[in-house]
């Protein structure tokens, strides 16, 4: 009896709130397909574990974060997904790497047009502490494009950035609020502690200096 009455149970909840397709949005990497398999034939939106199915999601090494959103009246579920990108294409102790910005590894390229460089485990780490400080001050690290004596060179929210080891916090916050003002300066350097030095658009030497305290003076 009871098991009849559960079955009457989640046939009514199919038959009045079933999941009638799903879709997925922002994916460019992450295959579709996937998703589509981890909701059965037989779903309801009733019963459908969106936390179960983002962490699913969230699984595969390209998704970033995921959102499931369900709509009650066309029955559709959608997938809002946010993928990782490439930053760093590099030979490590003599095997090749892709790394995004919070330090996962990828399966590959993704389109993304990076060249290969060598480096070492510590620069490696310098480059994932550089990535996370970014990160916690609400700015984005995009992409490394040379390492060397002098530096390591990178893209941030499309400005180039000069930087070497311990970047702080205040260098980040301060790098946050400084790119807007000079939308013309070639660089900013952060390799002075606890300073953001901007480039001169043309001259290429510094046009202005600020601690990571106040505003960038002359």
Do not use: C
């Amino acid at each position: 009896m009871a098991v009849a009455t559960t079955f009457i149970v989640l046939l009514i909840t199919y038959l009045n709130f079933p999941v009638k397709g799903v879709t997925v949005e922002g994916a460019r990497m992450y295959p579709e397909s996937q998703v589509t398999n981890e909701v059965p034939d037989n779903a309801s939106l009733l019963t459908l574990n969106k936390n179960l199915l983002e962490r699913k999601v969230e699984s595969h090494p390209w998704v970033e974060s995921a959102e499931v959103n369900e709509n009650w009246n066309s029955g559709i579920v959608t997938v809002q997904v946010k993928e990782r990108r490439p930053m760093l294409y590099a030979e490590v102790d003599g095997r090749e790497i892709i790394l995004s910005a919070d330090g996962k590894e990828l399966p590959g390229l993704g389109g993304a047009d990076l060249d290969r460089m060598e480096l070492d485990r510590d620069q490696v780490g310098e480059i994932l502490d550089f990535a996370n400080t970014l990160h916690d001050n609400g700015v984005r690290l995009e992409s490394i494009d040379d390492v060397d004596a002098g530096g390591i060179t990178a893209t941030v929210s499309g400005r180039t950035v000069i930087f070497s080891r311990d970047v702080s916090e205040g260098q980040a916050e301060a790098l946050k609020n400084i790119m807007p003002r000079h939308p013309d300066a070639q660089a900013f350097d952060l390799r002075s502690p606890d300073r953001v030095v901007v480039g001169a658009p043309a001259q290429g030497k510094a046009e202005a200096r600020g601690n990571t305290q106040s505003e960038p003076r002359g």
